[in-house]
């Protein structure tokens, strides 16, 4: 694997604040794919599919702040869409491009569809990551079970062990691919113990806005105008398969795909998961 790390200074409510980001493929390569991942996750997420499309584009995958090895925010209360948007249009900004193409697995679908969404845009294609305008309060809920718990673990196997629990519905992973997943999202405290490589305060806007109610964003998808593919897990909870039918007919009409055996949410680690992404992005 050939990625270069870089990190991008971004401002918010309360100040600055650091967001880093992997780099793949030719610096001067003028196609720009921005990768982005979900909740918990990190950008390192997205390895394989950076590799296999770094031949296309120049690939950009940014560690949102307050995960991977971004800095985190004085105040938790600003962890939310709007200030992931602002990193983003600032990072778009320091590439020097005036387009991009975006994959968005779950929250990094939702920062997409609101950049997306907006006059002058700078994105001209957009893979929508089993996540949708409607979002279940059941899958809220589930994901509130261990978002910003915090735990920490003795040694790596039993963090390695923890993530396969919280990350089954990933689908049917190898052995290495459950490692690299694991050992690109959690770090070695100083005691030696071992801990998710995000900030646990992220939890509290996400407990307080979200987790009593469905999240319906029709009107932000409806504003969505350039092609969209929208893929769906086939046991997702969280993109239901009516609102993935939905996509289809209205707003931008997402070209439809969905990845069999797998919940929320597919992981672009297969090459037949990396073949649906790259021809929609690579076709006419």
Not at 71 to 95: N, S, W
Not at 203 to 231: G, N, R, S
Not at 233 to 255: F, I, V
């Amino acid at each position: 694997m050939k990625f270069k790390q870089h990190t991008v200074q971004c401002i918010g409510p309360a100040g600055l604040h650091r967001m880093a980001y992997t780099e793949w493929g030719a610096r001067d390569d003028p196609r720009v794919l921005v990768c982005v991942h979900g909740l918990t996750r990190n950008g390192r997420d997205f390895d394989a599919l950076a590799e296999a499309m770094s031949a296309h584009y120049r690939v950009i995958c940014p560690d949102v702040v307050g995960r991977g090895r971004s800095g985190h925010l004085r105040d938790p209360a600003a962890y939310g869409i709007p200030q992931y948007v602002a990193d983003m249009v600032t990072l778009i900004a320091r590439l020097n491009v005036e387009t991009v193409h975006w994959v968005g697995t779950s929250m990094g679908g939702l920062i997409g569809m609101a950049l997306a969404a907006q006059e002058g845009t700078p994105i001209r294609k957009l893979v929508l990551n089993d996540v949708g305008p409607m979002i279940t309060v059941e899958s809220l809920q589930r994901i509130a079970t261990y978002v910003g718990v915090d735990p920490v673990w003795p040694t790596f196997d039993e963090a390695l062990a923890f993530v396969k629990l919280v990350s089954a519905p990933f689908g049917a992973l190898t052995e290495a691919q459950w490692h690299h997943l694991t050992e690109t999202s959690v770090t070695q405290r100083a005691d030696g113990r071992w801990a998710f490589r995000y900030d646990p305060r992220i939890a509290e806007p996400f407990k307080a806005a979200f987790v009593d109610k469905d999240i319906d964003l029709w009107p932000v998808y409806e504003q969505i105008a350039c092609p969209t593919l929208a893929i769906r897990g086939a046991e997702s909870d969280l993109l239901t398969r009516e609102t993935w039918q939905k996509m289809s007919s209205c707003g931008p009409r997402a070209k439809l795909a969905e990845i069999a055996g797998v919940g929320h949410a597919p992981m672009f680690q297969s090459d037949d998961q990396i073949g649906v992404v790259r021809d929609f992005l690579l076709s006419a």
